[in-house]
């Protein structure tokens, strides 16, 4: 039990809340760059849509490792990558990972060390799970075209999550054991906001 004094409430709370911010915040930003939402912004969406510069970061990565595998795949539009005529994989808002990288964000902030070191964390973690993210989606559109046959019990999406939260959770542990490094306090959890 001595791991709880170094448990903080008020770090928890903290982190739980901007994860929650930052996501929900993303739903209602997603609302505003739909052209069929009645909040559209034209300059929004033309400008800041950085939840449309995330799909196009998986779909060009996805039809990237789709050919790597050996399938040929194709963009069509801005949200669909097909293969062939008859197969195709539509990247909706929930597909983007937006609460895994919610999380990330809420974690780099939350926790303590300099502004080129949070940044440095904050983008690797973003691109790795992107790339996770890219290799699911074209693990499935191999899988449809190759006709394998699917689990009824963990779906594609439930896969991308236990290995997104695995890779923060090493991503996590590494950050903290190199933030106390360079702070040589072995001790302390992060916890400034």
Request: hydrophobic share 45%; glycine share 8%.
């Amino acid at each position: 039990m001595n791991w709880i004094k170094y448990f903080s409430f008020s770090y928890v709370v903290k982190l739980i809340s901007l994860t929650v911010i930052l996501n929900y915040f993303s739903i209602a930003y997603h609302g505003l760059i739909s052209p069929e939402g009645e909040s559209y912004s034209r300059f929004l969406d033309q400008n800041i849509n950085y939840i449309q510069w995330t799909r196009n970061v998986l779909m060009y990565g996805s039809n990237l490792f789709t050919h790597l595998l050996g399938t040929p795949s194709y963009i069509s539009g801005t949200q669909i990558i097909k293969v062939g005529t008859h197969i195709e994989v539509d990247i909706w808002l929930p597909c983007l990972g937006i609460g895994i990288m919610s999380f990330w964000t809420a974690f780099i902030v939350t926790n303590n060390g300099t502004l080129m070191n949070k940044l440095k964390w904050w983008i690797m973690g973003l691109f790795f799970i992107c790339l996770i993210n890219c290799i699911r989606i074209a693990l499935l559109l191999v899988a449809l075209d190759h006709g394998w046959e699917q689990s009824h019990s963990l779906d594609h999406h439930d896969l991308f999550n236990i290995a997104a939260y695995e890779l923060i959770g090493i991503l996590m542990y590494c950050y903290n054991d190199g933030t106390q490094e360079d702070h040589g306090d072995a001790k302390a959890l992060p916890t400034t906001f």
